[in-house]
């Protein structure tokens, strides 16, 4: 249980929470919602070894409604928060929505329609086409439309990226630079089905050339709050090369995206998303997460996310000063119009430690020496082991970090924190926001 136990006036005022996941980004959320002075009792499903030390972990599966629902009437729970997408998508929210109604159960995520911003890659860029929201061109080939994707492909300007329509967990995107393999890949995503059912449906995009980061934003589906931006470092390798993964690092806030920048964001993309889905009569209360490729000057949206991201929550959540919790509530009633967020103006930085061998095949089970009940230090992949040691457990075992007045301090603190941990095998990126430290 939280160390933050509420008084009993607050415990009857105060919100039952069910946090839903169980990685580093739900041990971040955790952090923020136990400090809240109107957090009653928090729960995490599955949680892991870090949120046991703030909350009480619940042993299910998220993508399991039943003992979702079981789980709310048994612990008495006010607010669902859903950290992962797969759920959102298969329609977590409605089910709940529907068995407990509004009065009965707050839960911050969207329906099934809303989560389709995620969950279809072909419905988020007609979306983005029906209301004019900046992002690459493209055109959608299912299975029986082979010939003509590949004749398509044959004149496409190189590299062309290609990807699959439905979830994929973060791999189903290739970028191919030759139109030989641009061909095959089309082949192997729609007729041997390389992604299973998520490619039989495939999204040729033109390739943008620019600098990613993300945008945050919580939103009850007509108001926001912009959540500080990030930048997070995606490949294996340093230097950004190397195999994909969940996300090897991130820094917050992101010395290129200036206020001008951020304003285009805000006009082109976030307020154009909120003014359609209310156009399109899709109600949504939850995070957005806008994948962006900052080309020139000029904002496009790459993927829009209907949940946090992992990393990204471990840089964001932090810097974060006003109440989480408050916020969601309120985006939950339809009331954020009356909200203001207040950040911290310092720089974030989170280093992932991996187990050596990710993103590929890797060997569990080792002990995890040092101290991890640091700020800024959240677990991914570790489990508490019978003998109570901590134990690596996963592909991202530790999000390590620190903050500082700007990216070259919160790197190096972040830095010394990692070098205060260690595993076997442990591998980590040296470079994490080593590109943003040039002025911009
Ligand atoms: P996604 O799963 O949509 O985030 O795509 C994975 C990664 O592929 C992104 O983070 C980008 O680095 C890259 N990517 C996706 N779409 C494009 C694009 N149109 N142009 C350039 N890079 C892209
Ligand atoms: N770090 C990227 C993601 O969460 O999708």
Redesign the pocket.
Known sequence: MSDMQPTSTEQTQGYRVLLLGGGGREHALATALSQSPHCAALFVAPGNPGTALIATNLDLIPSKSEAVSAAIHQNQIDLVVCGPEEPLVNGLADRLRDEFGHEELLFFGPGASGARLEGSKDFSKQFMARHGIPT?RYRTFTDDQLQEGLEYLSSHPLPV?L?ADGLAA?K??V?CSTSAEACDTLTDMLVNRRFGAASSRVVV????QGI?MSAFVITDGRDYLLLPEAKDY?RVGERDTGLNTGGMGAISPVPFAHTEFMVRVEERVIRRTLRGLQAENIPYTGFIFF?L?KVGDDPYV??YNVRMGDPETEVVVPRIQSDLLQHLVAACKGELQAEYIETNPQTACIVMLVSGGYPGEYPRGFTIYGNTQRPLTYHAGTRRADDGSLQTAGGRVLAVGAMGADVSEARLKAYKRVQELCFEGVYFRRDIGLDLLTPW
Not at 205 to 208: I, K, N, P, Q
């Open positions: 690459a990226v990807k973060g189903g995107v970028i995009e033109e390739f943008l990613e995606k994948g490729m790459i993927e």
